[in-house]
């Protein structure tokens, strides 16, 4: 069964047991997380940049809303840092990996290493909404040393900077 298939017959469970009551609340649960993830991973890069943006400024309106904290909480003002340095890095990828693409990285292993390590982080942040999974950042460090002078138009030196920020910001790093 191919990805658009399992999405359409989730959908359709989903919304023949929406109005059961034989059907648990856990169940429902269940069904409608598995099929938004299944929906989420046929999105175009630009299409999870543009979610993931609208949900932290949904979030930003939201949690300082005076309705949904009250008492010690009443003021409360979301903090969204690891979640906007990851939609930065995520476009720092995509802009390094565009200009490799003009490159002959095929036949060229330091290229191709490049490549490669910048893809399987791009796949960890696009497997969920909000990414809960990064390689570590002495890769990306690796390879700044070993190929900023070599390829200065990738500012490696400095995504591997920012990579470290986004990484030290991330709440529930291993």
């Known amino acids: 069964m191919n990805k658009k298939e399992k999405i ?7 919304n023949k047991i929406e109005l059961s009551k034989s059907v648990s ?7 409608r997380k598995v099929l938004r993830e299944e929906e989420w ?5 630009d299409e999870r940049q543009s979610r993931r943006k609208a949900a932290i400024s949904l979030g930003k309106k939201w949690v300082a809303d005076p309705f949904i904290y009250t008492g010690e909480n ?4 979301a903090d969204y840092t690891y979640e906007e340095l990851v939609i930065a890095e995520y476009d720092f990828i995509r802009e390094i990996l565009k200009i490799i693409d003009t490159m002959n990285y095929s036949k060229n292993l330091d290229l191709l290493r490049i490549k490669m390590f910048l893809e399987m982080e791009k796949d960890f942040i696009d497997e969920t909404f909000m990414s809960n999974k990064h390689m570590p950042p002495e890769f990306f460090k690796n390879l700044s040393n070993s190929f ?6 990738l500012n490696l030196s400095k995504f591997s900077e920012f990579y470290d920020r986004m990484y030290e910001s991330w709440p529930n790093k291993p």
């Not at 609340?25 to 069904?31: D, F, L, P, S, V």
């Open 25 to 31: 609340t856990g169940e429902r649960h269940i069904i």
């Open 41 to 45: 991973l046929l999105l175009s890069d």
């Open 74 to 77: 009443h003021n409360r003002i």
């Open 148 to 153: 900023d002078f070599k390829y200065p138009d």
């Open 8 to 14: 359409a017959l989730l959908s359709d469970l989903y």
